[in-house]
């Protein structure tokens, strides 16, 4: 998925006010960015695969995505959290949000989302294998997340609406081109831009904190 993450952090927010909107959309995306770390490293490998919808494979990308890594990267997540904050609420919502990535990257997926590192198993119910399912089910979580999140906070003024919206507009106008758009013509370039474009989304959310106010203190 790609909004269904970005909606697991508005969600949280309408949670857990507390807890700053970057810091769960770091936690939703983590395994997409550690995954292109790991693409740039070596470690992990994704092939193009035009004849799916969802136009790359997974070849091997158990570090980043599986169950048990997810764990591992959503506890050391969390602590380092709960390690500076001391608030006991948000680090399980920060651990939650990370698991919750192979949560939805299962719905949409083709089978290629592993347990553990080393175990053959593969699962994925491959949502992303019909546009208008995927439409219904990740945009209907996406407008919800953003009507949940708008219902919590509320601009600073006119340029931070502007803020807000813009970037909801690209970014959902980005997923769609990712479902329904042409495969990517230079595969070997995703893990640079990906991660370009997953690190600067989580810099919006972080900065979404200041553009919209919350009606409690973010922690
Ligand atoms: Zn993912």
């Known amino acids: 998925m790609l909004v269904g993450h970005f909606a697991i952090s508005l969600l949280g927010k309408r949670i857990e006010p507390k807890v700053s909107v970057g810091t769960l959309m770091l936690a939703a995306m ?7 770390l790991f693409l740039i490293g070596g470690l992990e490998e994704i092939r193009l695969n035009s004849g799916s919808t969802f136009k790359l494979e997974a070849v091997e990308i158990a570090y980043s995505h599986s169950l048990l890594t997810g764990a591992v990267w959503g506890g050391l997540l969390a602590s380092s959290y709960f390690w500076r904050r001391s608030y006991k609420r948000g680090a399980w919502l920060v651990l939650a949000a990370v698991l919750s990535h192979w949560v939805l990257d299962v719905v949409s997926h083709t089978p290629d989302m592993p347990l553990a590192p080393g175990i053959q198993a593969r699962l994925g119910l491959g949502l992303w294998n019909s546009i208008p399912a995927t439409l219904v089910i990740e945009g209907g979580l996406w407008i919800l997340s953003i009507a949940a999140y708008v219902s919590v906070t509320r601009a600073r003024s006119r340029a931070s609406l502007a803020l807000f919206w813009l970037p909801i507009a690209f970014l959902t106008l980005a997923w769609y081109g990712n479902i ?35 009606k409690e203190r973010t922690v």
Not at 180 to 200: Q, W
């Open 180 to 214: 329904a758009g042409p495969p990517p013509s230079d595969p070997s370039s995703i893990r640079f831009t990906s991660l370009i474009f997953f690190l600067l989304t989580v810099a919006w959310a972080y900065w979404l904190d200041r553009l919209r106010l919350c």
């Open 30 to 36: 983590l395994p997409d960015v550690l995954s292109c």
